[in-house]
């Protein structure tokens, strides 16, 4: 091996990119379903890390009463505790605004810089709606978008849809099959409300953080635990 070609191999610039995983949600509350489509989808893609990012103001959800940032923050973090490549950033938790995912991301990537590849999390309801969302084409290119399995949701469907974002924006979508988990924050509410058990829908610590903070129920209600 000549001196120059030496010199080619260890002074050859590290081009390998870290790979981040960020997942969005309400997380009102969180529950097995996030927490399983991102260690999915982290072991899949090889990310270093995914970053769980509770919603500010949700701009789909500006119509509906949602929990105070602080509790679902501090679930979010209770149910990622235990995972030591999970972490939460408090991005969208520092202003008034409606947080718009393109406005996030881009935020993210200052933070990041060019040697992080991104990777976008969601589940294929959201995807279905995708529509809806603020530069939608901006944001396809702007990130690695993963649509993960949801029950309740036709296959062929979601894969039409996903079919027709990527030809109107000239993007692609990666879709990957995870364990179907059919639990949903609405369903959880509902079941609170109803003073129905919770347990095994979500980390024990979430489920008690909901209790000690009478979350879900109406003031004056009686809070019942469950099991
Ligand atoms: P809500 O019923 O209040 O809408 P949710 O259970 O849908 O709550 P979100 O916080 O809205 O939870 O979801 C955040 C992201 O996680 C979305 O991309 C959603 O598609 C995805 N997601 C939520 N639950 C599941 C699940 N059980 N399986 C797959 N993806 C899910
Ligand atoms: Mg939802």
Redesign the pocket.
């Known amino acids: 091996m000549s001196i120059n070609n030496y010199n080619d191999i260890i002074q050859k610039p590290n081009k390998e990119l870290k790979k981040v995983g960020i997942?969005?949600?309400?997380?009102?509350p969180i529950?097995f379903?996030?927490l399983?489509?991102a260690e999915q989808i982290r072991c899949e893609y090889n990310l270093e890390k995914v970053l769980f990012v509770p919603a500010g103001i949700p701009p789909h959800k500006t119509e509906v009463k949602i929990s105070e940032s602080k509790h679902r923050y501090f679930m979010t973090l209770l149910a990622t505790i235990t995972n030591p490549y999970f972490e939460v950033s408090k991005i969208e938790l520092d202003n008034d605004e409606v947080s718009y995912t393109i406005n996030t991301i881009k935020k993210i990537k200052e933070i990041y810089q060019k040697d992080t590849e991104l990777f976008f999390?969601?589940?294929?309801?959201?995807v279905c709606e995708l529509d809806t969302w603020k530069n939608v084409k901006e944001l396809l290119h702007s990130v690695n978008f993963i649509a993960?399995?949801?029950?309740g949701l036709d296959s062929s469907v979601v894969d039409e849809k996903i079919h027709e974002l990527e030809i109107k924006n000239n993007a692609y979508i990666r879709k990957i099959n995870?364990p179907?988990?059919?639990?949903?924050?609405?369903?959880i509410?509902e079941k609170i409300k109803k003073q129905q058990s919770i347990k095994y829908l979500l980390p024990e610590s979430v489920e008690y953080y909901i209790y000690k903070h009478g979350l879900y129920v109406h003031r004056g209600e009686t809070i019942v635990r469950l099991g």
Do not use: E, N
């Open positions: 997942m969005g949600g309400t997380f009102d529950h379903g996030h399983v489509i999390i969601t589940g294929a309801d959201a993960a399995t949801r029950p995870v179907a988990l059919a639990i949903s924050s609405t369903d509410r």
